[in-house]
């Protein structure tokens, strides 16, 4: 059974998406911090006839996340779909004259190293395969710095180029690396059907080849 791996895997969009590659036969692995609350997030994919699991782990300590990833493809099958989409701390939302180089390296553990971690522990799979989808979900800061924003606004384009040389480097062996930037939070962008109108982007960036970075809307029309 194919499987989609949602780091950072929440009610929200983790759940809208989960509910959208499980109805196309995927197995979900949901991954995050608080075992309990994934595991209520399982039980309830679980009664709408979803294959679903929850593992725990922090995507700042790179062996809990490898560990995860590696228990998901051993329960649920090959992981051929991953989303790497953990939601910032508020902390990384600070002013640049706040930012220290603590905070700074915490906010790079939290996207980059993090998605570093992640897509090594998955790719020999994929590239093996010769398929395979790494969706990287961000923020309007990935692409335009904000100086409220700073942990983010360094973060974010750090995770992003590691992505963007991925999808280059992967190109010809099967396996797709894709950006979405959402520029704000999702009920305020009022988007077409919500969570679900971006859950069937975020499954059409996997079925359809195309270039790494999708704009969910225009950055200028979002706040973030």
């Known amino acids: 059974m194919a499987t989609l791996a949602i780091v950072g895997a929440g009610p929200g969009l983790g759940a809208a998406v989960a509910r959208r590659f499980g109805r196309e036969g995927f197995a979900i692995a949901l991954v995050s911090r608080d ?10 994919l679980v009664e709408e006839g979803v294959t679903a699991r929850g593992y725990s782990a922090d995507v700042r300590d790179a062996e809990s996340l490898e560990a995860a990833l590696t228990a998901a493809a051993e329960d649920l099958g090959p992981i051929t ?21 603590e905070l700074a390296l915490e906010a ?15 790719l020999p799979a994929m590239r093996a395969a010769g398929d395979g989808t790494i969706i990287l979900i961000n923020g309007g800061t990935s692409v335009k710095s904000r100086a409220g924003f700073a942990g983010t606004s360094v973060a974010f384009p750090a995770e992003s180029a590691y992505g963007e040389m991925l999808h280059e480097a992967l190109a010809d062996e099967g396996v797709r690396v894709v950006q979405l930037v959402i520029p704000g939070s999702i009920p305020k962008l009022q988007v077409a059907d919500g969570v679900d109108g971006v859950a069937d982007r975020i499954w059409q960036l996997h079925t359809t ?16």
Not at 209 to 223: A, V
């Open 108 to 122: 790079l553990r939290f996207s980059a190293l993090g998605l570093i971690a992640a897509a090594r522990t998955v």
């Open 35 to 44: 075992q309990s609350k994934l595991d209520d997030m399982a039980a309830e």
């Open 209 to 224: 080849p195309g270039e790494f970075r999708t704009m969910l809307i225009p950055l200028e029309e979002g706040r973030e």
């Open 81 to 101: 779909a991953l989303q790497y989409s953990p939601l910032p701390s508020r902390s990384y939302l600070e002013p640049v004259l706040d930012l220290t180089p």
